[in-house]
């Protein structure tokens, strides 16, 4: 007990010691927690409106359809349908309404709609909400996210098939997932919905043979849609009619699998979270490895009098993993919170959803998954490090000349034929190479996420035309948080590594100084020595994206404008220069006498 | 007379006056140098001998420019450079002045050439020129079978001497060798006595801070500091010693 109690004051007094270093690590993992949060509670933000909605429209617990055979000319099997309406289980249903898909007309854009003949009656299942305008009453209903998209409203008219209608109004409904991911009937055709009268949908068919039949059945046990459906569909690998002419089954769906067909609506935003919530705990990863790595080296001679005083290995090593466990846990805990408050801010519930967006509830799986991220980080980070702080050798880590700079000979050569501060950066750089990599995997890490976000804007930007306005502009500011995110966390890392750097160099940065060089030109070595890692990061972020993009969506195949994967080389090396130019500066800036006398000291 | 002797009366090539650096402020205030007047000839070899913390250090990062006077001028061949820029003064010290520190200061990562040949590269000279240079330096000081060596594989009077010649790179006006032999034992000390002779005897200009009065004993004048003032100025007859080593006693 009393050692637990000592390394916990020891982790905490060191803590405090550096409440700014304790801070932004606080922060690094916080940001990639909560973009993990925001990914894995998204599924759940769609639920509240989309029981909001069964609810305002007397919403079915399972909708059955059915067609005719494909080019059999037989009708659509409506005693089959029918037959559902009286199965045991079943209280009330609505329908069967007809069915035909047609091209729908407006301010100059042709679509493919779904067009669903009604009685102006209000149905006792499925009677859809209306947000704006009258059911009917001559004219036709579309769909609230459909509308939304195609930029209509009560009053305005538009065309079905060849026939001019006027929009009565906009409705919602819970039988069907919203545009653009409308529900598939016996067919499934990409559309939109729109409600007609009977009289008008069966005259919008060629022939009456092409027109299919939905009907909307009320169980006495909702919970129990599931096994209803799977009771009635065919088996799923049925062997098809023996003739092309037998009737086609029905169809049938449950309320839940249309919950989670409104789930997909945000699959984007949520793909792209997950996507950006992981590449965030890489950098997060980045992070406390180089704050470790800085400490290490800015404190090896703590560890040294640790020891001296009868610390042994495994202590010192206990209360660096502390310290770092204390962090990752609260920032786990505030990513958890932020993710969960932020989520509905992130998504839009659709036009044709009622309600807002709720926050996502806290389900045990997300916990123990972001938590488990958090802890992992930092193990991960400081294991390593502890590992060796705790072997060095007490004496050589009083004597703090525990962390030997490595020798790079070649690259040595190169840079003697260099101007100087290419030669005293690229000295800098080669003197610690496990740096180097974590600078190059950081900025790598980086660029990979923002030509990700810029070939998912160029998709959003090519496949406009046909999404609802309002995801497409959810899914920019998705992608815009995520790029700021991601840029602001590298911006860290850049400023750490280069801090950490110039901690480590201070003493070869003062002895060149003494031998003549000038304070500009070590503060620009110290920039080189980052902005070397940078621009091979940057051309390796490159191909890392288009893999990304490609792994993440496979579908997609858009990619960003030439230009600006041209832009992103010099603009990352432009970027991290000037975020290295301040503390390389600083680094450079301290009297080279005080530190070469401190070293003797 | 040899070519140190023949250079001094040219007159000097270091000069200080009402040389002053404090530290801290109010209670806390430091005065580690207060009121220096110094001037050091062409060819000359000055020993500054005083206890720890007298400001013997201080005076030659002063004279060196790798600090700032509170207060006094620094001269250095004629031309003022207590109030130039940092910039100014790192040319300065690249083409002017050589460094040799009690603890070495060599880079842990470069052998003996790359690091004699640092000084050269930071001063622009073309990479075959620079390694030629150290060369040159290293068969100077002895060492050319040790040449790619790393530090850490040098004995200490070994690597002094690599941190003579590096001061030597860019062929400095003046040499400020800060306890010199501070960190040796008696062979390496006389190793680096006898280079330090062959270069009074070469005529280059040498000021060495010390508390070791055999070291003290080599130069043609010794300064003793006290709580940052000169106390005691003596010119040591040169010819009345014989040879350096022998001088310090640490020949048999």
Redesign the interface.
Known sequence: MGRVLLVCRLAARDLRRRPAEAALLLLAITAAITTLALGLGLREVLSKPYQSTRAATAGPDVVASVSSPPDSGVPADLAGLKALARAPGVVGHSGPYPVVWTKLGSHGQTVDARVEGRDTAPAPVDQPKLTEGSWLGGGVVVEAAFADALGVGAGDPITLGRRSFRVAGVAVTAATAPYPELTCLAHCVPSGLVWVSQANARSLAPQSESLAYVVNLKLADPAAAPAFVDAHNPPENAPPGARASDPMPPLLQSWQEIHDQTASLVRNQRRALLTGGWLLVLLALASVAVLVGGRMADQIRRVGLLKAVGATPSLVAAVLLAEYLVVALLAAAAGLAVGRLATPLLTDPTAGLLGSAGAPPLTISTVGLVTAVALGVAVAATFVPAVRAARTSTVLALADSARAPRRTAWLIAISARLPVPLLLGLRVAARRPRRVVLATASIAITVSGIVAALAAHADLIDGASASDPSQTDRMNEVLLVITITLVALAAVNAIFITWATALDARHSSALSRALGATPQQVSAGLSAAQVLPALAGAILGIPGGLGLIAAVDPDSTTLPPLWQLLAVVPGTVLVVAGLTAVPARIGARRPAAEILQSELA | MNASESLQHLGPVLRARGLEKQYGQGMGLVRALDAVELEVAAGETLAVMGPSGCGK?TLL?LL?G??RPSAGEVWLEGRRIDGLS??AL??L???AIG?V???F?L????TAT?NV???A????RS?RA??RRAAELLERVGLTDRAAH?P?ALSGGERQRVAIA?ALS?EPLVVLADEPTGNLDSSATLDVLRLLDGLRSSGQTLLIVTHDSRIAATADRLISMRDGAFVEETRLTHGSTGRLGELAGLEG
């Open positions: 250090s990062h060196g790798l600090e940092e910039k790192a040319r010290r690249r083409h460094f520190f009690q603890a200061h880079m842990d990562e470069l790359e040949e640092l000084p590269l930071l001063a622009g990479p620079a390694r790393l850490s590096r860019n």
